[in-house]
């Protein structure tokens, strides 16, 4: 179960600047913490964020285990064309999630 | 000499030894990175370049109370034309397990040069951000937080 929240404008005018908010639901298991026995749990994080707007890469974000559990990541793109934003966390043990979201640009 | 040691004698040499057993406890603690640490990893992100400080403003709460979720805004004054604008935005910490937070990668059609996230802190210390601009040039911006609740070390 891995949820992904988006928050973008769904209308924009061309040439505006828009802020896209994502979240993905993910714990980011740091890789050092130890269970109550002492062993190291072991890392699994989402490693790698994408987001392309119309097939075209507009925004990556490589991430590390100081990024807290659920990332949080807000950035901007201008509205240059009606279509899709699409996005993708890849990460630790075949994590993968897509989402994509609709975008109108008059 | 051969009278018991008086109790202020004994406070201080209890003292000297609950010191340098303190001190034994940090030093054998793992995987925590060093400030060197982190001048290696910003050694590998820039190279040779020279890193100025400005042109990126890094805003973090100076008091946080978890660690385990600090909100982070970086931002760089940049037009973001094709000719000039911000490439990455570095994210690194001194004293986390490992020195490497994040890296954002941006281009023109970003638009504005402006990042939000949330991040984790072991402990109080300096976050600093480091943006390459299009024109291979390097700027750097520091925040200090201090942290009461601190990210990593708790039990499963």
Known sequence: ?106 | MGMPPSRREFLVAAGAAAAVASGLVISVRPARATPVAMRDAIGKVVGAAKVTPGRVKLELPPLSENGNTVPLTVSVESPMTPAEHVKAIHLFTELNPQPEVATFRLGPRAGRARVVTRIRLATTQTVTAITELSDGSFWSDTAAVVVTLAACLEDV
């Open chain 1, 1 to 106: 179960m891995a949820g992904a929240l988006i928050n973008a404008p769904e209308r924009a005018k061309r040439g505006e600047i828009i802020e896209i908010k994502t979240l993905i639901s993910h714990p980011m298991e740091t890789g050092y913490r130890r269970n109550q026995s002492g062993v190291r749990v072991e890392r699994d994080i989402v490693r790698l964020f994408v987001c392309s707007y119309n097939g075209t890469e507009v925004f990556r974000a490589e991430l590390h285990p100081a990024i807290a559990a659920n990332p949080f990541i807000v950035f901007s793109t201008i509205a240059t064309e009606s279509g899709a934003l699409a996005f993708q966390w890849t990460g630790d043990n075949g994590f993968s999630v897509t989402e994509s979201h609709a975008i109108t640009v008059d």
